[in-house]
């Protein structure tokens, strides 16, 4: 099952994920253009864009909560859509809503989690999870009643409990504290030298410089620029960045 | 636009057929003979309630094939269906209890085919009622499509329950024979042509003023 | 992993939501009641009804407590856009619809222990069936009304008048359920044989089967965002 990408520079063996000519269109407008991309195993991947570019509409796809119009996203020779459910077990994602039920203690979400992930022992992982994100000591108190921050670490920990390996991140840093920040970071990096693929989505900078290995941006449903980040430096980005939004 | 041509042939053929259909229900065919004048609201009672029949067939179809295929003319059509059908399920009732008041000495009575029509009703206007509850088009039409489609399958048990309640409504048309005259019979197949043309015109009409709608809103709302 | 172990986390997650908060039983066992004294009040105090009143009159507080219920089993889902992380989750969507199905199931039930109770007292004295012929009825009406209202619901939660629309677009299809329960429970208060409720037990089994094999089919595609 071998298509030719357009901009297929970097088709080898590890090739995890593949997008190709993906469109999703509500009603007569678009929201995506025609999307080409190869994620690599392991690959960081931080897209940037305005509001509207269409950011969210790509990682529903990714995640199997949308359709595409038309197009294909592959993971690794298998069809997205064809076996959505198989690769659901593999799937994390952070999004700006929490994903926790609020009159469920932490463990309970955790371990309802764990439990429907399949995981084994669905309380020792979520204590384990709990320990990564500074949450051991609340384990008992309602979600409802964390503070914001602690409620923002909970869900990370959440989408972390299948060990995923594809992580799906919908800016995950809106409105985040400086502890939840750190420890989100702190995760990521650890998930990134794990060979886990990560797929960010953001219109913070700073924070998606910080960690990508890869940097695109996205401007009215296309990819108007995807390039590795130790080719370019942070500061040059931040100029090829406004100089697309001003061309878009 | 093609469409708007075939609806407006739809149209002319209703604009022509309908009053040849009241002139034959007022002065070809025969007054009956216990019922008097008041059977003549028959005439258009039956192809309003065949119509409305069809309206909620077409939905159920529509709705099937915007789930399969995710097309906003499946939404339109349904759209449209819908609509034509609840106003000619209120026109059936109201026909109906006008004729039901000097026959039954009524205006409503628990009768298996006024009770269905009064729940298919029910159902319909509130798939209506849904669809001006919800903004995102592709939301609104999930939505209504399989409240289409579930409401339609309703409708088979509704008539089933409705026989709990003793019928008093008249058959006309069984299946080995008609009750009518033959000169009714042409009246009404008639006043079936005329409201045939009628809905294919309304309905025509009614799907391309939502694509339109909708394509205006796409240049007034434009998503980014 | 074996769908049952789903239908399972799920259910359990939910009745255990449910059981420590009590805020959905407690308003459908006390608008139930609420309703049965106004309905008392209504037909006249101190008059007796007969059998065919007193079945309308218990269907009638069983539907409206119900819906209260089954607003919330799919308004917590939505509140943190916990549907979301489910659908993305290895539960396929009619494990979704079944565990939700039986929640609320649950809920009518457990809310019906007090209602009955409650119907007996205010309207019992001239019926003469006794209420566990009632319970076959109960039963089916649960089913069908879970089966049926778990797909509507799941549409009225994603629009931003869940409360208003929840009975507006279920209480027309549960039309033909109602009408045999009513038939149904009227004949068991005036305590005739049970080979008469039959007649109305299969066709309201029917509809249980039919609206589960619809809702089966129809709500993966009413839970999703396109």
Same mark, same amino acid.
């Given at each position: ?248 | ?224 | ?8 986390? #799920?259910?359990?997650?939910? *009745?255990? @939501? ?7 039983? $407690?308003?459908?066992?006390? &608008? %139930? !009641? ?67 199905? #039986?929640?609320?199931?649950? *809920?009518? @039930? ?7 109770? $409650?119907?007996?007292?205010? &309207? %019992? !004295? ?101």
């Amino acid at each position: 099952m071998n298509q030719a990408t357009p901009e297929s520079n970097k088709v080898d063996s590890s090739v995890f994920l593949t997008i190709s000519e993906l469109r999703k269109s509500y009603g007569s407008r678009e929201a995506l253009r025609g999307i080409n991309l190869d994620l690599k195993r392991g690959e960081f991947l931080c897209l940037f864009g305005p509001n509207g570019a269409g950011k969210s509409t790509l990682l529903k796809i990714l995640a199997t909560l949308l359709r595409p119009s038309s197009g294909t996203v592959q993971v690794l020779d298998y069809d997205l859509e064809e076996h959505a459910e198989k690769f659901r077990a593999n799937l994390g994602m952070v999004s700006h809503q929490s994903f926790v039920y609020q009159d469920l203690t932490v463990l309970e979400n955790l371990e309802f989690f764990a439990a429907l992930y399949g995981v084994q022992d669905s309380q020792s992982r979520a204590l384990e999870l709990l320990e990564e994100v500074n949450l051991v000591d609340r384990y008992d108190m309602p979600a409802a009643n964390l503070s914001r921050g602690m409620q923002q670490r909970l869900s990370i920990a959440r989408a972390l409990v299948n060990d995923p390996a594809l992580l799906l991140l919908d800016e995950p840093y809106t409105g985040l504290d400086e502890h939840a920040a750190s420890v989100l970071r702190d995760q990521l990096q650890k998930l990134h030298s794990r060979k886990r693929t990560i797929v960010m989505v953001t219109h913070n900078l700073r924070r998606g410089l910080e960690s990508a290995t890869r940097l695109g941006i996205l401007a009215h449903g296309k990819l108007t620029y995807l390039q590795e980040k130790k080719d370019i430096d942070a500061t040059a980005f931040e100029e090829i960045y406004f100089k697309h939004l001003g061309a878009a | 636009m093609t469409l708007t041509n075939r609806s407006s042939l739809f149209a002319g053929a209703a604009a022509l057929l309908m009053p040849v259909a009241i002139g034959m229900i007022f002065f070809y065919a025969p007054l009956e003979k216990t019922m008097g004048s008041v059977q003549k609201i028959f005439y258009f009672h039956l192809p309003l309630a065949f119509s409305a029949f069809l309206s909620f067939f077409v939905a159920f179809v529509a709705g099937i094939m915007y789930l399969r295929t995710r097309r906003q003319v499946w939404d339109a059509r349904l759209a449209a269906s819908v609509e034509i059908g609840v106003v000619f399920t209120t026109l059936v009732l109201i026909t109906g209890s006008l004729w039901g008041k000097p026959i039954w000495n009524t205006y409503w009575t628990w009768d298996p085919r006024l009770t269905t029509s009064l729940i298919l009703w029910f159902i319909y206007a509130s798939c209506l009622i849904l669809r001006s509850a919800v903004e995102e088009e592709g939301k609104r039409a999930t939505y209504c499509a399989v409240m289409a489609i579930v409401g339609f399958v309703d409708v088979p048990i509704v008539f089933f329950s409705a026989r709990l309640w003793r019928s008093i409504h008249p058959v006309v048309i069984r299946s080995d024979s008609v009750g009518l005259e033959s000169s009714m019979l042409i009246t009404l197949l008639v006043s079936m042509l005329a409201m045939l043309a009628f809905w294919i015109g309304l309905y025509k009409f009614r799907v391309s003023l939502q694509l339109q709608e909708a394509a205006a809103n796409e240049l007034l709302n434009p998503k980014d | 992993m074996s769908s049952l172990h789903q239908i399972r986390f #799920l259910l359990c997650k939910d *009745l255990r @939501v449910e059981l420590r908060k009590k805020e959905s039983l $407690v308003s459908m066992a006390f &608008f %139930g !009641a609420l309703i049965l004294v106004i309905l008392n009040i209504a037909t006249g105090i101190g008059k007796q009804v007969d059998a065919e009143t007193g079945a309308g009159i218990l269907w009638v507080a069983v539907m409206f407590s119900s819906v209260l219920g089954l607003g919330r089993v799919f308004a917590r889902e939505k509140e943190n856009g916990c549907v979301a992380a489910l659908l993305i989750s290895p539960a396929a969507p009619w494990e979704i619809y079944v565990a939700k199905a #039986l929640v609320n199931f649950t *809920l009518m @039930v457990l809310s019906e222990l007090v209602l009955v109770p $409650v119907f007996y007292v205010l &309207f %019992g !004295a001239q019926l003469q069936g006794t209420p566990l012929t009632l319970v076959p009825i109960l039963l089916l009406v649960n089913l069908g009304f879970s089966v049926t209202g778990t797909l509507i619901s799941a549409i009225s939660a994603g629009t931003r008048r869940n409360e208003v629309l929840l009975p507006i677009l279920l209480f027309p299809l549960l039309l033909p359920l109602i009408a045999f329960a009513v038939k149904a429970t009227s004949a068991a208060l005036a305590a005739r044989p049970f080979a008469e409720l039959l007649d109305q037990l299969e066709p309201m089994a029917a509809f249980c089967v039919i609206f589960a094999v619809v809702g089966y089919l129809l709500f993966p595609f009413a839970i999703r965002e396109d």
